[in-house]
């Protein structure tokens, strides 16, 4: 079992950033990759970005390429996301998940564990 706790969301103007962190616990050994995904209220949950937790390869979705930076600290178990020039769209209920296919990084179906999710908003 892998227990995943999000922090860092809020309230924020556009333009504006945040950081989100997830703090991993557990059988981290079993993991191959951390995902962060988004959905935004009557919307499908979509991937967001994803990171090698061994390897630090990245992947992120075309919508927030370039501004968001994903990153982990692997002595802490935690990994982050960055997001800088936010913008309303960017508005949803942030989760982190942990998958053991990096392969299979951007499907939702592959991740084994979720978080409780952060809420971001960004304000026009």
């Known amino acids: 079992q892998v227990q995943l706790v999000e922090s860092g969301g809020g309230l924020v103007q556009a333009g504006g950033s945040l950081r989100l962190s997830c703090a991993a616990s557990g059988s981290i050994f079993s993991i191959s990759a951390m995902g962060w995904f988004r959905q935004a209220p009557g919307k499908e949950r979509e991937f967001v970005t994803a990171i090698g937790w061994s390897t630090g390869r990245t992947d992120y979705a075309d919508s927030v390429s370039g501004r968001f930076t994903v990153s982990r600290d692997n002595a802490k178990n935690t990994v982050y996301l960055q997001m800088n020039s936010l913008k309303p769209e960017d508005t949803a209920v942030y989760y982190c998940?942990?998958?053991?296919?990096?392969?299979?990084?951007?499907?939702?179906?592959?991740?084994?564990?979720w978080g409780q999710g952060t809420q971001v908003t960004v304000s026009s």
């Open positions: 998940a942990a998958t053991k296919l990096f392969t299979l990084r951007r499907l939702g179906t592959a991740y084994d564990y």
